[in-house]
């Protein structure tokens, strides 16, 4: 049986709830079949975050990570495809840590991709009626920093891992100025992104990127 990590993120930034903390409890308390689903809950905090992550890869030795996190403004599930190595904080982290301009490793190279089928997962969400968008930057904050690190961390191993951001829960936008999704349909999309990475350790050709 194949053993997939789902790590969520606690809140941040004055929110009470972070959506990718809600789905990690959703799909650790759903049954899976033929599937071992491990998860962690990761800091909001620079270096600790990717501490937390690489601690639970150790533990659990996944043959898939999954990294979650709410994106604010995204009206849709977006796999990430490139975690860049910069730290630049518009706002301080959990625990008052707030660089500019950094890199998160001056030995690192600038950037790594997700190694997860990225188009595999878009088509899958696509095809099931769930809005799907691969997004080409995962901020300079604390998820692409965690991205990054894991990426680094697992350069030379067989293991799988990418990042997902999530919109914000719609009991998160209740002013009606955000984009939002239901609990429901993330933890919908999500499941079938975890079957997707699973069942494609080749990513399928699909036209998939952007025009500025
Ligand atoms: N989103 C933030 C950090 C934690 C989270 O859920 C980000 O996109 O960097």
């Not at 689903?37 to 601690?55: D, F, G, M, N």
Request: glycine residues 6%.
């Amino acid at each position: 049986m194949r053993t997939v990590l789902v790590t969520g993120f606690e809140p941040f930034g004055g929110e009470s709830i972070n959506p990718s903390l809600e789905a990690v409890k959703k799909l650790s308390d759903s049954p899976w079949q033929q599937v071992r689903l491990v998860s962690c809950t990761v800091p909001v905090v620079r270096y600790q975050s990717a501490q937390v992550v690489i601690e639970a890869i150790e533990h659990h030795q996944p043959d898939v990570v999954i990294m979650l996190g709410q994106a604010a403004g995204r009206h849709a599930i977006t796999p990430e495809r490139i975690a860049i190595n910069l730290d630049d904080f518009r706002i301080a982290d959990n625990a008052g840590n707030q660089p500019v301009d950094q890199a998160i490793d001056a030995a690192g190279p600038a950037a790594y991709f997700s190694t997860l089928p990225v188009k595999a997962i878009t088509k899958t969400l696509r095809d099931a009626g769930i809005p799907c968008q691969i997004s080409h930057s995962a901020g300079t904050y604390v998820c692409n920093h965690l991205f990054y690190s894991v990426q680094r961390y697992l350069e030379q191993r067989t293991i799988r891992s990418g990042f997902v951001h999530i919109p914000l829960l719609t009991q998160q936008a209740v002013l009606g100025q955000q984009p939002s999704m239901s609990l429901e349909t993330i933890v919908h999309g999500l499941k079938l992104a975890i079957l997707a990475s699973l069942e494609h350790p080749n990513d399928i050709a699909l036209a998939g990127g952007t025009i500025c």
